[in-house]
């Protein structure tokens, strides 16, 4: 059930004038904590833009996990002049910029029913061979997880990645485990306490903030209730031999040259091997959901009978 496959014929049909009804339900098969997956990419890179990112290797991999490049401040960090070379970091610099660009494009087309709801994230580049890294626990990808940022909270955005294996042989293979409100119930209750909605400053004292203007100056990273539970979620999954031994999953194997996507802060996911993939990271609103009562920060909502971000 997870993985959705869409070869190209599918997809030149969908958006055709009668495509709108199937792609509607791509976007239900997503939020279900399905894989929408392409196994030819939409979104080819130029053979001259694949030479110079499979040239990159990276050093210092313990400090940083990817090259990374922020479509915001058109910024790029992972690739040091230094080693490579001023013209390098540029072109690298322009290939994650159309790259980032082109999948925006796609998917305003691909996505059509959220509207755009959404915030166009960090893009990354994975050069590293997946295979036998050495991270702290907390930090692997081989094991077992939901995505959570520590230092970004969402506030109940989705998180949605889009990802494509430019190894030219070789998959890029990864574990899925169950949707959501299934996985959750080996943790809630037991490991992890439902999330409660804590409100420091009470009723009254939020209507006082509101009128001083107080309110505005809550800062936009801080942790809500969603947040702190999606976080915990995070570690708990990774810390729980048990679980990432006897839970229900599912080997997939990408192809080269392959794309896919996936809503990672909601179906558990690990990489166990594989080396250079691009990634786009989308935050996208909850309520542009086809399905809102499948989204996280709902199905925590309903479960706590609270409010949470
Ligand atoms: C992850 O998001 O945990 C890693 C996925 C990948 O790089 O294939
Ligand atoms: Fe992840």
């Known amino acids: ?97 159309r790259y980032s660009q082109n999948i925006e494009r796609f998917l305003t087309r691909f996505l059509a029913p959220y509207k755009q709801r959404w915030v166009l994230d960090y893009a990354s580049y994975r050069p590293l061979e997946e295979k036998g890294r050495d991270l702290k626990l907390r930090r692997r990808n081989d094991l077992l997880h939901t995505d959570a940022f520590p230092t970004r909270p969402t506030h109940g955005w989705r998180i949605l990645r889009f990802f494509h294996n430019i190894h030219p042989t070789r998959t890029r293979d990864w574990i899925i485990g169950e949707p959501f409100p299934r996985v959750i119930g080996s943790f809630v209750p037991g490991t992890l306490a439902m999330p409660r909605s804590e409100n420091i400053l009470g009723r009254g004292g939020k209507q006082l903030a509101k009128a001083t203007g107080l309110s505005k100056l809550v800062p936009q990273w801080k942790r809500t209730p969603y947040d702190d539970f999606m ?79």
């Open 231 to 309: 976080m915990r979620l995070h570690n708990a999954m990774k810390e729980n031999e048990d679980f990432q031994q006897s839970c229900v999953k599912e080997n997939v194997q990408f192809a080269p040259g392959s794309s896919w996507m996936v809503y990672t802060e909601t179906v558990p996911h690990a990489v166990l091997a594989g080396q250079y993939a691009l990634e786009q990271t989308f935050l996208v609103d909850p309520a542009a959901m086809v399905t809102p009562e499948s989204a996280p920060v709902a199905v925590l909502e309903k479960m706590a009978g609270a409010r949470l971000v």
């Open 1 to 97: 059930m997870p993985v959705h496959t869409i070869p190209q014929t599918s997809l030149q049909n969908a958006f055709t004038a009668a495509g709108s009804k199937q792609l509607r339900a791509w976007c239900a098969d997503l939020e279900a904590g399905g894989v929408l997956y392409f196994p030819v990419t939409p979104l080819p890179i130029p053979a001259e833009d694949l030479e110079v990112l499979l040239g990159q290797q990276q050093t210092g991999s313990k400090l940083h996990k990817n090259i990374a490049y922020k479509p915001k401040n058109d910024e790029l960090t992972g690739v040091d002049a230094k080693t490579s070379g001023a013209a390098t970091v540029r072109q690298v610099q322009e290939i994650m910029r």
